[in-house]
């Protein structure tokens, strides 16, 4: 049992570390590693990819498939990149409570943030020489970029408590959010103008090119966060077994969740869900890319409109389901927002052209930007009451949309990768919405204890 006394030096010690400047250099970091999921999951390096990752081409009932070779797989070179990433976040499922564990063990966060920081950012800048002919060992960069993104987040986001106090976090959170946007979008136009400023032989290589810069920008601009984190806690004592300790929380977490009915049913409904939404926001511009009538161009220009009009609409779209959940609670606005998601995806297969693909892009964005907020939110509402250790049960929240990622992008590669059409895999997300939507309106409104 920890020791009040101790805890209260340990509050006085933090309290130092509650300025401005600490605080804005942390947010400051939103701004330098935002641009990995904007240009390398979304935008430039998806176009790139599904337009030289290319072996043979078939046409399956009219829609031109690309086809690449793995390990001597004849592999859909979408649902490839898919399933890599279905396996590098099950890896992370597994590597996320580790380096929690770790985080605790070290005293030292700002060492290992770098560290990651730095792998994913090579990782970006090493894609330059993503080369078809050695197609492994290029998804293996893939991969790599993307678990120093998301391994650099674990260290990022327990800096939190740490530079302020309670009642600041959703701010500040919420500051850091906004600044990441802006600078992803800024380094996104600058992508844009040089790629489109290039003759067409040159567009791969101008291509290329933005992945250096994503990485240059994640690493440069990452320096102004390391000078104003606080030092190591070089006093923290280290216990036997504490490297281990995510994983241990995590199990605690879970016995807990089983004696709570309505958190129990509503993590359900999140985990299947999420199965839906993440994959939708990974994959949204290589179903542009593959099954959009683009005129004349190959779409390059249409698909970065289309991921500008997401990301300028999302913001809005928070702010409306937050004034929707005040109004009608929580879950009624979640259960508002999965029927949209399902309507949107029903609304897919019958998406052709330029103009289409924008309307359901600006839709997405009218409901992206909310919905992961919002169930953080009511997640954190439903914790059982009294919850003192808020962060393990956000570890085993992030760990089950993790795991919900797996899933869908698996199941989305390989019904594609069978059928040889990405419509039809539109298939398994409406089934996880509906599911999640079922499952939705088993939580009860009130905590009920279970019999």
């Known amino acids: 049992m920890k020791n009040p006394d101790s805890l209260s030096e340990k509050h006085v010690r933090g309290a130092s570390r509650y300025n401005r400047k600490t605080q804005n250099a942390w947010a400051f970091y939103d701004w330098a590693n935002s641009v990995y999921p904007l240009v390398i999951t979304t935008a430039i390096f998806p176009i790139f990819y599904e337009g030289y990752a290319v072996d043979e081409v078939r046409i399956i009932d009219g829609v031109k498939v690309n086809y690449i070779d793995f390990f001597g797989w004849e592999m859909i070179n979408t649902a490839l990149v898919s399933i890599v990433s279905a396996v590098y ?51 293996l960069v893939f991969a790599i970029a993307g678990i120093g993104f998301w391994s650099s987040l674990v260290f990022y986001n327990a800096y939190l408590p740490e530079i302020s106090p309670v009642e600041q976090h959703d701010r500040l959170s919420a500051r850091g959010f906004s600044m990441g946007y802006i600078g992803s979008v800024i380094l996104l136009i600058i992508c844009l103008a040089f790629v489109m400023s290039q003759p067409d032989e040159n567009k791969e290589w101008a291509s290329r090119i933005c992945f250096i810069l994503t990485g240059l920008w994640w690493i440069g601009f990452s320096h102004v966060t390391y000078p104003r984190l606080p030092k190591a806690r070089v006093e923290r ?106 309507i949107l995806c029903l609304s897919a297969f019958a998406v052709h052209t330029p103009v289409q693909f924008y309307c359901i892009a600006g839709f997405v964005g009218l409901v992206m930007g909310g919905i992961q907020s919002l169930s953080r939110s009511t997640y954190s509402k439903f914790l059982p009451e009294g919850t003192i250790d808020t962060s393990s049960f956000f570890s085993f929240y992030d760990v089950a949309e993790k795991l919900g990622i797996v899933i869908g992008m698996a199941s989305y590669g390989f019904i594609e990768q069978l059928t040889g059409s990405m419509r039809n895999s539109i298939v398994a997300l409406v089934v996880f919405f509906v599911i999640g939507l079922v499952i939705l309106f088993t939580v009860p409104k009130d905590e009920i204890e279970p019999t």
Not at 118 to 133: Q, R, S
Not at 315 to 326: F, T
């Open 89 to 139: 976040f099950l890896l992370l499922c597994v590597l996320l409570p580790f380096l929690s564990g770790v985080a605790d063990y070290s005293g030292n966060k700002k060492s290992f943030l770098r560290f990651f920081c730095y792998l994913g950012a090579i990782g970006c800048m090493a894609l330059y020489f993503f080369d078809k002919t050695h197609i492994e060992w290029s998804m």
């Open 237 to 342: 004592s280290r216990e036997k077994g504490l490297i281990w300790k995510g994983f241990k929380e995590l199990k605690l977490v879970y016995t807990q969740v089983k004696k709570t009915k309505r958190l129990k049913r509503y993590l359900a409904s999140f985990f299947v869900y999420s199965m839906a939404i993440q994959t939708i926001m990974i994959m949204a511009v290589y179903f542009g890319k593959k099954e959009i009538e683009w005129p004349e161009d190959d779409g390059t220009m249409g698909l970065i409109i289309a991921v500008l009009l997401i990301q300028l609409i999302a913001i809005p779209g928070a702010i409306i389901l937050s004034r929707l959940s005040d109004r009608i609670g929580n879950l009624n606005a979640m259960k508002v927002v999965i029927v949209l998601w399902i």
